[in-house]
């Protein structure tokens, strides 16, 4: 017996996106994408700028000829800035005048946060002065940015030496672009105290306020 097949059609898609509706230089143009049976899904490695508006269209291809384009449709990306905190509260428990520790050896562990949007984030703080007798900033309350279990996840601008904290109202800013994408987005905010000799006795506390704008 004979078994003869004459052809077989695959239809597969082209798409482009771009920021300008004339499609002149497309930010994404990927051809090749075979059809499902049930629906066809195409996820770019691209990335493209929050805050603006893309154009897309996509056209069938059956091995010989492309179809039209489609109707064009429009896509807006929008920034999300969400900052959460894995570790907020420090407690380095009694100490003596005189005496100084810091959370380098995790005990007690420093500051951690996350960035949990789809842009880089830089992180400003301040907090309230810790010490009836110093007033922030001092050098006897500090902290410095530093890994947290995912490796360097912060630009070159971040503040990885000791700095004195600011004081209320009047931001520093500590990390520089905080990455964002899974794995990659959490950072470590160390803190080193020393009580003053002259420092009046009782508990202290000070709260620490961290904000997260966009990075540039």
């Given at each position: 017996?004979?078994?003869?097949?004459?052809?077989?059609?695959?239809?597969?898609?082209?798409?482009?996106?771009?920021?300008?509706?004339?499609?002149?230089?497309?930010?994404?143009?990927?051809?090749?994408?075979?059809?499902?049976?049930?629906?066809?899904?195409?996820?770019?490695?691209?990335?493209?700028?929050?805050?603006?508006?893309?154009?897309?269209?996509?056209?069938?291809?059956?091995?010989?000829?492309?179809?039209?384009?489609?109707?064009?449709?429009?896509?807006?990306?929008?920034?999300?800035?969400?900052?959460?905190?894995?570790?907020?509260?420090?407690?380095f428990g009694n100490m003596t005048v005189g005496l100084a520790n810091n959370t380098l050896s995790n005990t007690p562990q420093p500051f951690e946060y996350q960035n949990d949007g789809n842009v880089k984030l830089n992180i400003s703080l301040y907090a309230d002065s810790l010490y009836v007798k110093r007033t922030n900033p001092t050098n006897d309350y500090v902290f410095m940015v530093s890994e947290a279990d995912e490796g360097v996840t912060y630009g070159i601008g971040s503040l990885t030496n000791w700095n004195s904290v600011a004081a209320s109202g009047s931001p520093l800013k500590a990390v520089d672009s905080l990455k964002y994408l899974n794995n990659i987005d959490e950072a470590a905010l160390e803190i080193n105290i020393t009580i003053p000799p002259d420092e009046d006795p009782g508990s202290k506390t000070s709260i620490m306020t961290f904000i997260a704008s966009v990075a540039e």
């Open positions: 017996g004979i078994l003869h097949v004459g052809g077989v059609s695959l239809t597969t898609y082209n798409i482009q996106v771009d920021d300008d509706y004339n499609f002149g230089s497309a930010n994404i143009d990927v051809s090749g994408i075979v059809e499902n049976t049930t629906n066809t899904n195409y996820s770019s490695s691209t990335e493209l700028s929050f805050d603006k508006k893309y154009y897309w269209r996509v056209r069938a291809f059956d091995s010989a000829d492309y179809s039209v384009w489609s109707n064009i449709n429009v896509i807006n990306i929008s920034s999300t800035t969400s900052l959460s905190m894995i570790v907020e509260f420090i407690n």
